[in-house]
């Protein structure tokens, strides 16, 4: 099967670090874009940070200045190192990819980051 699969999430500090992996299995279509987003309880999914095939990059402003995402396009292959972390950053992150020649994206089945002291 394709699939994105995240790793790389756990229970951390506040003011602690994770650095989050999204790996492709499987063959995978061509895509011009990978990025991270997040669900808290309740709350719904929101943009984290994403990141083109050419290296342009966005971010949320709550994260700007502390995460940084980048890629290796010959392994498919997106991280997200997160610095800083505070409580509200606890969510279950998603690794997305959007395809560039069909229509849609792909999504991973989410890696669960909690942030408690």
């Known amino acids: 099967q394709v699939q994105l699969v995240e790793s790389g999430g756990g229970l951390v500090q506040p003011g602690g670090s994770l650095r989050l992996s999204c790996a492709a299995s499987?063959?995978?279509?061509?895509?011009?874009?990978m990025g991270w987003y997040r669900q808290a309880p309740g709350k719904q999914r929101e943009l984290v940070a994403t990141i083109t095939n050419d290296g342009r990059t966005n971010y949320a402003d709550s994260v700007k200045g502390r995460f940084t995402i980048s890629r290796d396009n010959a392994k498919n292959t997106v991280y997200l190192q997160m610095n800083s972390l505070k409580p509200e950053d606890t969510a279950v992150y998603y690794c997305n990819a959007e395809y560039s020649v069909v229509a849609g994206s792909l999504w991973g089945q989410g890696t669960q980051v909690s942030v408690s002291s």
């Open positions: 499987g063959r995978l279509l061509p895509i011009k874009a």
